[in-house]
């Protein structure tokens, strides 16, 4: 699928920010004056539908915001981008003059509210940002620019917002950022933004979280903030004043985006390049033991599994790992893997007489 590389201004940073809601005239003219000062503003976020788990709580000013967008499309010369959910929302906010939409997390799960959205856009030459699904699933969130793309639409970027999680945690949504790395590396076309509000939950995460997908090499970022967060009506916990707003940002590290070879980053890459190399080549040694191993479990008729010098394997190795300082939960990883595969082979050989991979 091929975007228009227009979107996210690449290698620079596309900056978004603005309150979680429209709540009144007021609120969304004084935010988007005091954001219109800062230096890291590209677009002015602003929900004017609100998508709540609970209807007794604010859902939105709906319609009625929309002149106030247009003022502050007007006034400070800011585009807006807002979250639309039907054909509805995208019809009424394109006759506001708004050309920049965000599919929410709980529509992005939905590929019949996508899909009718994006018949809706066809013909138009709005932009479009995805959110990753409340529950990560990599295929349906990469299946709804597809939508958009069978439509005509162009310019369209991802937004992560980290997922849904009901184990107790520090954050509001799991950073989980395994799922931002796969997306980058399968679906490279597609700019990625980082909405590090909604995976926090409260302000006083943000900034190291911004730091962080920073360097993964995100695209932009998308952050909720307002004029008087203490008087949000939605997702209070969770939004900057525009003056903190400005000094996280002042204070956050960008990493450099060219590649600078010959210096000393493509020395330590040489030097993990072998030790892949060589890490590959045990692997490869130790199945052929597993093999062996096999064998002779198949002639003397004894069980594949034998949990105690698993066991064994796995206490030795994690007691290695502490001496060495390596996190434990990473050897345990690996050395899961490993074992997993070797049953495997066994299995195979043992049952079936078949070697596998060979
Ligand atoms: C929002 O951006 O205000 C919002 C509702 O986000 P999400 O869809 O990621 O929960
Ligand atoms: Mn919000």
Redesign the pocket.
Known sequence: MQLAPIFVPRPKTLFIAGP??AESEEQVLTTARQLSQAKYIHLF?C?IW???SSPNTFEGIGEAALPWLQKVQEIYHLPCCI?IATPQHLEQALKAGITCF???????VNPFDVQEIAQAAKGTDISILI??P?AMDINLWYGNFERFHNAGIKKMAA?Y??GYSDKIQLYR?DPSWLHLIEFKQKYNNIPIIF?P??IAGKTELIPLLVQKALYLDVDGL?I?THCRPELAL??KQQQLSVCDYISMMDNIIFPRQQDITNNALSQYRMAIDEIDNELIALIGKRIDIVKQIALYKKENHLPILQIDRWQKVLDDSLKKAQQLNIDPHLIETIFQSIHESAIETQQNMVISNKEPHS
């Open positions: 979680c809601s976020r929900g609100k998508p709540r979250e965000w599919i929410g997390a709980r529509t992005s959110k990753n409340i937004v917002r980290g949504n909405d509000s909604h998308m909720e939605s997702d």
